[in-house]
């Protein structure tokens, strides 16, 4: 069974530039969440999503941002007109039906704005 | 809001000796999870322990065990036997029942360092 998918690994975008991030849940789950992680810093969460639905997306920022997670494919998070604020690496995690507390991570997009 | 306080950024410890990392956390809730994931310089966020918060017995997988004392909302993490391959950021994290709707909460880490 394989593990939570996330690409590319690494993004460089240039300030202005759209940045898209993919992430494959593990095989039967059916919650995604996403996460980001600034140096030095913990994960912080930002959005939860089920299959076509937005559960949470309060830790999202109100602009620029947004997450969809279509009945086919991959979830993805945008970032319209990067900022080198936005530089960080960005973590999807997915859960079974029923079972929210086991979140498993994929390895991380590590985006980088110049 | 829940928060999750890890107040060691940095731990060092010799090979094969003992090592317990510091995790508080604040909440209103009765029932939640408690978790330490490790960040190895893969980036891969690993599940090490997980412990569920009614629950009274201490959580253990392997070398890792954890102590966890709901009064006083702390929740600390015990490496046995400390490996070169143990050496990683150990995040603490919390989550309410049902999963939450806000995800998970981390606190910043603790960066463990073993020395052979």
């Known amino acids: 069974n394989a593990g939570v998918m996330q690409n590319p690994r690494h993004l460089v975008r240039r300030r202005g530039q759209e940045a898209r991030l993919r992430c494959s849940p593990m095989?039967?789950?059916?919650?995604v969440y996403w996460y980001r992680q600034l140096p030095e810093e913990g994960l912080k969460f930002m959005v939860y999503l089920q299959k076509e639905n937005i559960i949470d997306e309060s830790g999202m920022p109100k602009e620029r941002f947004s997450a969809e997670f279509p009945k086919e494919g991959p979830s993805i998070l945008r970032i319209q007109q990067v900022v080198r604020g936005d530089s960080a690496a960005y973590f999807c995690?997915?859960?079974?039906?029923?079972?929210?507390?086991?979140?498993?991570f994929g390895p991380g997009t590590r985006l980088t704005v110049t | 809001a829940q928060t999750v306080t890890q107040s060691q950024p940095e731990m060092s410890v010799q090979e094969a000796e003992t090592v317990t990392l510091s995790c508080t956390y604040d909440?209103?809730?009765?029932?939640?999870?408690l978790f330490w994931y490790k960040q190895p310089p893969s980036r891969q966020m690993i599940l090490v322990i997980r412990q569920e918060a009614y629950k009274q017995q201490n959580a253990t997988e392997n070398r890792f065990s954890v102590n966890f004392q709901k009064a006083a909302k702390s929740f600390s993490l015990k490496i046995s036997d400390s490996q070169l391959g143990d050496a990683a950021m150990y995040f603490c994290?919390?989550?309410?029942?049902?999963?939450?709707?806000?995800?998970?909460?981390f606190g910043k880490g603790t960066h463990l360092i073993i020395q052979p």
């Open positions: 995690a997915s859960s079974p039906p029923g079972a929210r507390n086991e979140q498993y």
């Open positions: 994290a919390y989550s309410a029942p049902g999963g939450g709707a806000d995800g998970l909460t």
């Open positions: 909440t209103s809730e009765s029932d939640y999870y």
């Open positions: 095989k039967g789950h059916s919650h």
